[in-house]
């Protein structure tokens, strides 16, 4: 079983920056496409952004795009989400997810075999 560890997250003002990390804690991990999605009070999970085992392909949301950038380090066992241009709307938790089966198209559906416990990121406006 894969376990996943999200860091990372914390208050910021709009406008900032911040950089999300989601490490494993097995060595599997460089298998596994990865994706990072987000829940606001109130509101649904949704789908942020993915990354294919590789880290060749990617996929973003359209209100994150140009903004938020996935990336990962399978040396480190480590994916990571850099966040700039933070807008009072990125508010929600943000959970880390591992998926082997495909590319990103059950990611992106929200379906995933392991998910982390999730890192609160908060924008002040």
């Known amino acids: 079983q894969v376990q996943l560890v999200e860091s990372g997250g914390g208050l910021v003002q709009a406008g900032g920056s911040l950089r999300l990390s989601c490490a494993a804690s097995d060595n599997t991990f460089s298998t596994y496409n990865i994706g990072w999605f987000r829940q606001a009070p109130g509101k649904v999970r949704e789908f942020v952004a993915a990354i294919t085992a590789s880290g060749v392909s990617t996929a973003y949301v359209d209100s994150v795009k140009g903004r938020l950038t996935i990336s990962r380090d399978n040396a480190k066992n480590t994916v990571y989400l850099q966040m700039s241009s933070l807008k009072a709307e990125d508010t929600a938790v943000y959970y880390c997810?591992?998926?082997?089966?495909?590319?990103?198209?059950?990611?992106?559906?929200?379906?995933?075999?392991?998910w982390g416990q999730g890192t609160q990121v908060t924008v002040s406006s």
């Open positions: 997810a591992a998926d082997r089966q495909g590319l990103l198209g059950r990611l992106r559906l929200g379906i995933a075999d392991y």
